[in-house]
């Protein structure tokens, strides 16, 4: 067999493994480790194993990750999120379908602290369905908007897959970021259109609240956010700038949400200690997957099996639009099997060397990746954010009720991919005028 064949049938071996449910990043690392191995001899496979994990990891730009994860889970555990529902419903419950759109924009604001839509999906579903079932939303309305927009974590700064995409692909994540930011406002566009639509063509599903808010009592639920708004100002506001970096702001936002946090008496010991706890495992849980997609990629180098993949790929798709149609399909079926993290580092020892030689802007490339790992969030039968949303509200709820919801907003998002696609300047052009 030839280097290219025995790294194919691997390459099933890999797909294979995900299938039985073997722990991603030990089949990531395994599979490669092995192919190594058979092509090249056992002391190659060992110095492959020594010397990536260390480079990768070594990375000064990786330390920006648990900086942001460790400010997600303060704000969190320290209660500081909890008024963006409150907030957004107040100024905004008299609007058709308003509940829902308060959900939406509070799971914005959410994603925009904490960069984890998970997190996201979880912490909104607690607070906004209830409220909505109150007021005598549909089951699928309630639980769908939340769901949705949920994933906009993975493209509000600080995003994490973002981040990670930077490293990997070599792209300024301060770009990534603005370019994130003018996904991520689309998508929450059109989710609001959703909500909006929804309520006017079934007003029995999306039934008007009446309850009246003074000015007195709008201004009042400013207070409860003010905390969060003066951090994402600092954080971003002086990351744009160049006052410091995009590594240096996650560290920045941690001591800033910890002395907020602080100041409000929010942060107990116990909550402390469990966002650094959540902040190590989530960050090894990463860290693992991303070293071994790193042997993964080395090992699909030295096969030859990128060169030859991307020609297979680039001769079936003939044109630029047939390409990117061949990616949607690739990440919207990985996304109904494979949380994002993986489906994007899986897919990106194959898919970066497709888009150098379609002269892809890169920049654009990573947040278009990105929204499509986001609609996989809520694609059937495995979207991570609607079983997280079927964890929320329990047995009430059928799951099925909960994947007919989210229909009309995967619609949306895959209208927002169709814009990306023929406008790739709106991505391209913020961190261009800004740069």
């Not at 769901?147 to 906009?152: C, L, M, S």
Request: hydrophobic share 60%; proline share 5%.
């Amino acid at each position: 067999m030839t280097d290219p064949q025995i790294a194919s049938l691997l390459l099933l071996v890999l797909l294979g493994l995900l299938a039985l449910r073997v722990p991603i990043g030990a089949a990531l690392i395994a599979v490669p480790f092995v192919g190594i191995w058979l092509l090249f001899g056992w002391r190659p496979a060992i110095g492959a194993l020594k010397g990536i994990p260390y480079n990768f990891a070594a990375s000064w730009q990786l330390s920006s990750v648990p900086m942001f994860l460790f400010l997600g889970f303060v704000a969190y555990n320290a209660g500081l999120t909890k008024g963006l529902f409150r907030a957004a419903q107040v100024w905004l419950a008299r609007l058709p379908g308003g509940l829902a759109v308060a959900s939406i924009f509070g799971a914005a604001g959410f994603a925009s602290i904490t960069g984890s839509s998970v997190a996201c999906a979880a912490a909104m579903g607690r607070i906004a369905i209830p409220e909505m079932l109150r007021n005598g939303y549909s089951h699928g309305l309630a639980t769908g908007s939340v769901a949705a927009a949920g994933t906009v974590g993975a493209l509000i700064p600080p995003s994490i897959l973002l981040i990670v995409f930077g490293i990997v692909a070599q792209v300024p994540i301060g770009d990534l970021f603005l370019g994130g930011l003018v996904a991520g406002v689309l998508s929450i566009l059109a989710y609001v259109v959703v909500a909006l639509v929804w309520a006017m063509v079934l007003p029995s599903a999306v039934p008007r609240v009446t309850e009246a808010f003074t000015l007195k009592e709008k201004l009042a639920t400013l207070r409860d956010v003010a905390p969060l708004l003066i951090l994402a100002v600092l954080i971003f506001g002086g990351m744009f700038t160049g006052v410091f970096t995009p590594t240096e702001a996650g560290a920045v936002g941690s001591a800033l949400c910890i002395v907020i946090a602080a100041l409000y008496r929010s942060l107990s010991w116990s909550a402390f200690r469990v966002s650094v706890v959540e902040t190590f495992v989530t960050t090894a849980a990463i860290f693992i997957i991303a070293i071994g997609a790193n042997l993964l990629g080395r090992f699909v180098t030295l096969s030859g099996m990128d060169g030859y993949l991307s020609s297979l790929i680039l001769s079936v798709a003939t044109n630029e639009f047939l390409l990117l149609g061949a990616i949607v399909l690739i990440y919207l079926l990985l996304g109904m099997f494979l949380d994002p993290m993986g489906a994007m580092l899986l897919t990106m020892p194959i898919l970066l060397p497709v888009a150098f030689q379609a002269e892809l802007n890169f920049l654009w490339f990573g947040v278009f990746v990105v929204k499509l790992l986001e609609i996989g969030l809520i694609t059937p039968p495995i979207g991570l954010n609607v079983f997280v949303i079927k964890n929320v509200v329990g047995a009430s709820i059928p799951l099925e009720t909960i994947f007919r919801g989210v229909t009309a907003f995967l619609v949306a998002d895959l209208l927002v991919v169709a814009l990306l696609v023929m406008f790739p300047e709106m991505i391209t052009a913020l961190p261009s005028l800004l740069r």
